[in-house]
């Protein structure tokens, strides 16, 4: 079975672009995360959705970031305008459910730098 | 409040050297879960093992092993004969079940193996 799926792999942008990341997670999957990592702040979660619906997105910059699930397959982090500090690795994850048994399965991460 | 601590920044071994990494956890529920992801050079966030708060067995698998013990609050990891393949960042990290399966990240320690 495939695994969590993030495009595009490394992304470059000047800042004040806006800068879409992508995320398909394991079918039949009902929960999807998205972490940011940085040197400065470690792993942090942004967002997260349970059946397309946001569940808390507490950890998210709202001014300048959103979070998107049109479908159960599908998610997008957007940042607009996008600026240097948003430079980091953003991780996907999803899961099953909220159960002992659900464990988070990461995608390969999005390396995004913003000059 | 969840809080998990890795105090080993990083750790070199030689090969064939067992090793072993720390993580203590703060948590004021009873029901919880505790992870350690491994992220190797190539950037990707790879589940080892997953542990709920009510099964303090220890586990093995291969060379890995883990130690949980809820007296200390402590959810160790120990390689033995490590290899230089075991080179990477391991993650500790903790999630509850009101939290809705949100992780909390240790900062990480970063291991190398030497030949």
């Known amino acids: 079975d495939a695994g969590v799926i993030q495009s595009p792999r490394h992304e470059v942008t000047e800042m004040g672009q806006e800068v879409t990341l992508r995320c398909k997670p394991i079918?039949?999957?009902?929960?999807l995360f998205w972490y940011r990592q940085t040197m400065m702040q470690g792993l942090e979660l942004l967002v997260y959705?349970?059946?397309?619906?946001?569940?808390?997105d507490s950890g998210m910059p709202k001014d300048r970031f959103s979070a998107k699930m049109p479908n159960a397959s599908f998610s997008t982090l957007k940042i607009q305008p996008s600026e240097p500090r948003d430079s980091a690795v953003y991780f996907c994850?999803?899961?099953f459910g909220i159960g002992v048994t659900d464990t988070q399965y990461f995608g390969p991460g999005t390396r995004l730098t913003v000059l | 409040a969840q809080k998990v601590t890795q105090a080993q920044t990083e750790i070199s071994v030689v090969e064939k050297e067992d090793v072993t990494l720390d993580c203590v956890y703060e948590?004021?529920?009873?029901?919880?879960?505790l992870f350690w992801y491994k992220q190797p050079p190539s950037g990707e966030l790879v589940f080892l093992i997953r542990?709920?708060?009510?099964?303090?067995q220890n586990e093995i698998s291969g060379r890995y092993s883990w130690n949980f013990q809820k007296s200390t609050s402590s959810f160790n990891f120990t390689i033995t004969a490590s290899q230089v393949v075991d080179s990477a960042v391991y993650f500790c990290?903790?999630?509850?079940?009101?939290?809705?399966?949100?992780?909390?990240f240790g900062t990480g320690t970063q291991l190398k193996v030497e030949l």
């Open positions: 079918s039949g999957h009902d929960y």
């Open positions: 990290a903790l999630s509850f079940t009101g939290g809705g399966n949100k992780l909390t």
């Open positions: 994850a999803s899961s």
């Open positions: 542990r709920n708060s009510f099964d303090e």
């Open positions: 959705f349970n059946n397309k619906a946001v569940m808390d």
């Open positions: 948590t004021r529920d009873t029901t919880y879960y």
